[in-house]
T-cell receptor
C-alpha cells in the first residue's frame, strides 16, 4: 500500500514569514494529494488539493507543488498569521484506492 | 459545519464497557470512513463502508466493529474498552468509494476510558 512521510513534525515561524511542509509518497499510481488543517479540538478540514496533471496550485496565501518524478509534494504558506497555527496533514490516494493515506502531521506555530 | 455529524461529542466510560459512536455523512455521500487519533498522534484508518457494505479495513481491533445502515449513517462499536482506547474518533464521508474524491470530516467524538 501507499506510504506517506511528512516533515517536519513541528515548525515554528515568526508572523509574516513563510512556512513549508514537505511530503513524500511511495506509490507511483497515486494521483490525488490533499492537505488538511486541524485546529485544536476540531476535525481536519481540507484546505487545498492537487491532482497529478497539475504541477502547482495556489489559493491566496497557500500553494501546493507536486513533483511526480521525485514523488514529493509540498505545502507553502506565505505571510503567516497566528490563525495559521494548527496541525497540517498531507495525504495521497490513487484511482482504485479505497482510502486516503495520511502523513503523520506537522504542528505549525506562528509566533506573533 | 462540515455537514458530517458525529454524536456524542464527548464520552467518558469505564474499562470493560461498550460504547457506540454515531456518524451521519454529508448529504449525498455514500462512503463513510472511521479514523482514530490518539493524543498527539496521526490519523489511523480503521474501516470504510460504501453504500452499506464494508469496503476496506485498516488497523481495527477485533474488539471494534462498525456498520452502515440503509439511511447511510454509520455506527462504530467499541467493546471491552481499555485505557489505551482513549482517543478522538473521527468519521469522514465522500461521494464515492475512492480516496481520490477527498474527505469531509466530522468534528469527532472524544472518548475517555477511565
Amino acid at each position: 500500500g501507499e506510504n506517506v512521510e511528512q516533515h517536519p513534525s513541528t515548525l515554528s515561524v515568526q508572523e509574516g514569514d513563510s512556512a513549508v511542509i514537505k511530503c513524500t509518497y511511495s506509490d507511483s499510481a497515486s494521483n490525488y494529494f490533499p492537505w488538511y488543517k486541524q485546529e485544536l479540538g476540531k476535525g481536519p478540514q481540507l484546505i487545498i488539493d492537487i491532482r497529478s496533471n497539475v504541477g502547482e496550485k495556489k489559493d491566496q496565501r497557500i500553494a501546493v507543488t507536486l513533483n511526480k518524478t521525485a514523488k514529493h509534494f509540498s505545502l507553502h504558506i506565505t505571510e503567516t498569521q497566528p490563525e495559521d497555527s494548527a496541525v497540517y496533514f498531507c495525504a495521497a490516494s490513487g484511482t482504485g484506492a479505497n482510502n486516503l493515506f495520511f502523513g503523520t502531521g506537522t504542528r505549525l506555530t506562528v509566533i506573533p | 459545519d462540515s455537514g458530517v455529524t458525529q454524536t456524542p461529542k464527548h464520552l467518558i466510560t469505564a474499562t470493560g464497557q461498550r460504547v457506540t459512536l454515531r456518524c451521519s455523512p454529508r448529504s449525498g455521500d455514500l462512503s463513510v470512513y472511521w479514523y482514530q487519533q490518539s493524543l498527539d498522534q496521526g490519523l489511523q484508518f480503521l474501516i470504510q463502508y460504501y453504500n452499506g457494505e464494508e469496503r476496506a479495513k485498516g488497523n481495527i481491533l477485533e474488539r471494534f466493529s462498525a456498520q452502515q445502515f440503509p439511511d447511510l449513517h454509520s455506527e462504530l462499536n467499541l467493546s471491552s474498552l481499555e485505557l489505551g482506547d482513549s482517543a478522538l474518533y473521527f468519521c469522514a464521508s465522500n461521494p464515492q468509494a475512492g480516496g481520490n474524491y477527498g474527505y469531509t470530516f466530522g468534528s469527532g467524538t472524544r472518548l475517555t476510558v477511565v
